[in-house]
């Protein structure tokens, strides 16, 4: 005779199943919150470990503080988000702009 694990979420009432998977989801959430939390702090540490010696290694960690800012009621504003965006956009054309140039012979 095989031994097969006992489903015990068939034996309750749809109401109580759905409460355990509510509270499994709230725990999972949880989780994901705190290891994110963690990550956030490991990488904190390591952009605040030293000066940014490119352009841009100094827009990457503009990037992450306009993230976090872009997260803030006070960003809500869609003039700041603009802003943000315009700011995000500009990064990018100046980085390609400084990588042409670097490729261009003196």
């Not at 904190?44 to 490119?54: G, N, V």
Request: with cysteine.
């Amino acid at each position: 005779m095989v031994d097969q694990p006992t489903e015990l979420d068939t034996h309750r009432g749809m109401a109580a199943q759905k409460a355990t998977e509510l509270r499994r989801l709230r725990m999972e959430v949880e989780k994901d919150h705190s290891d994110l939390l963690a990550r956030r702090e490991e990488l904190e540490k390591y952009l605040a470990a030293a000066s940014s010696e490119t352009w841009a290694e100094a827009v990457e960690k503009t990037r992450y503080l306009l993230s976090l800012f872009a997260e803030t009621p006070a960003c809500q504003d869609p003039r700041r988000k603009q802003l943000i965006k315009s700011l995000l956009a500009d990064f990018e054309r100046l980085l390609a702009a400084n990588a042409n140039d670097k490729g261009k012979p003196s």
